[in-house]
């Protein structure tokens, strides 16, 4: 590992705490220090995890009981989009996997084609925010997905990086002292000096560490439109929603995050339109009552040029910021950090050059996977008409003109690394939620499909329709209240 013996993390938000535990269950004999200041706590604002979470909790070995009870999560299927089209439609991976020949998904051809509900794109229990008894065992979550109350999450990985002998230091760091050959030689913190052979910079939006090394912010918004947020926290409800909703609204979209007791909300909105305040009394409007707003952010949607520089890796916020929409922060940070977990023994120049290459291009993938959202056939604002109208980047135009007569492959995303977070499934959905395919072109590459598989199509579909309806099933929130309990029995 290049003698490397000692790792500094600066920053002791969710980024931090996955680049800590996820290096530290690769290298254990690898001394990492965290290096956190309790003044200046944590952004808090995303609560919601990507299917990615499961792999990282696998890694780390952290029981999906054990997320329930003591972060007051909830379980989430996808991601529910209400009003951005004529017809709702839900973003899940959660159901079964789609029967396929070669990379086609014929499952997805026949509803498609037939122009089929968007719930049939899903299982129906995700939808009614059911949980059935059958999905249930010890090793194994009903979902792959949660929703976390920020603040015990971070407790929670405090109390796991500490089990596992990563050392928690408060301080706050001033200052960066950098080497004759280019690489951090200390790091200057108000209580004392820190030195490792290798840094992690999850230092938000200041960028402490990697800023010093030259690192250029490269913004999207060309593309990304989005410049401001207010969040607000709301009470408890009867049911949890088995996915986060995503409401369009009059200049951007808002969302609802449901855990144990509560719910985190928020109002992501283009500046250029409306105020905060403007946009609080659209929310109150909408939820025919008054709210307390906890935050106000304006952000600069964008990524850093390299995000590996030397002896120093950003990772988190201080790396990329793109507007919340398909919670890619926790999923990217994950992400980032398996991919450094490979690059980091002996890495060179070269290395690290392939490294930026690969993060570049998972940033690139969700910028544009992002962009696709807002290109729905809504013109009740102005807003929307303009950001319906955006010159899109070539990367994601030429997606869509490959798509306009067929359906995506998993070879239209060879040429970027296996870490990027959206592929095939998720553009599927996401285009047939938005209307986007031509009908017409997909019924006639369905039907060049073998007799035989259309058969198996039209079984799925109809398992679809008569789900399970004699199955033990919970509803979300029972479920929930008895894991938390400890009366839930498998």
Known sequence: MNNLKTLAVVGGGTAGFVAALILKSRFPDLTINLIRSKKIG?????????????????????????????????????????????????????ADKRPTIGQYSFLYGKIISENLPNRMMNSHYAWENQIYAHNINEDTAPFNQYHFNTNKLNDFLTKI?????????????????????????????????????????????????????????????????MKSAIVFPLGDTEEYNLWTLSQAMDYGWMFKIPVWGRSGNGYIFDSDYITANQAKTEVENLLGH???????????????????IKNCCAIGLSASFVEPLEASSIGTSIQQTFLLMHR?????????????????????????????HY?????????????????????????????????PIEDDFNDVTQYTLFKTGNFIQLLYGLKLFDIEKIKEEYNTVDTSLKKIADFRVDGILNYEKNTLKFGHKKFIQLCRQNKLLL
């Open 161 to 225: 990086a500490i089990s596992k002998d990563i050392t928690i230091i408060d301080d706050e760091i001033l200052d960066v002292t950098i080497a004759d050959d280019g690489n951090i030689n200390s790091l200057i913190g108000e209580l004392g000096t820190y030195n490792a052979d290798f840094y992690i910079d999850s230092t938000g939006f200041k960028k402490i560490l990697i800023s010093k090394l030259g690192a250029k912010w490269q913004s999207y918004k060309e593309y990304l439109k």
């Open 42 to 94: 944590i952004i808090g604002v995303g609560e919601g995890s990507t299917e990615h979470f499961a792999e990282f909790m696998k890694c780390v070995g952290i029981d999906w009981k054990t997320i329930i009870t003591e972060c007051d999560a909830t379980f989430k299927s996808g991601i529910m989009f209400k009003g951005w089209n004529t017809e709702d439609f839900l973003h899940s991976l959660s």
């Open 375 to 407: 290109l729905t056939n809504k013109d009740n604002t102005q807003f929307w008409i303009d950001a319906a109208n955006i010159t899109l980047p070539d990367s994601l135009q030429e997606k869509l003109e490959l798509w306009k007569n067929n359906l």
């Open 290 to 308: 008054d709210v307390e707003i906890g935050k106000h952010l304006s952000f600069d949607p964008g990524a850093l040029d390299r995000v590996w």
């Open 344 to 372: 980091l023994p002996n890495y060179t120049e070269n290395t690290i050059k392939k490294y930026n290459k690969d993060v570049g291009d998972i940033l690139l993938n969700i910028r544009d996977y992002i962009l696709l």
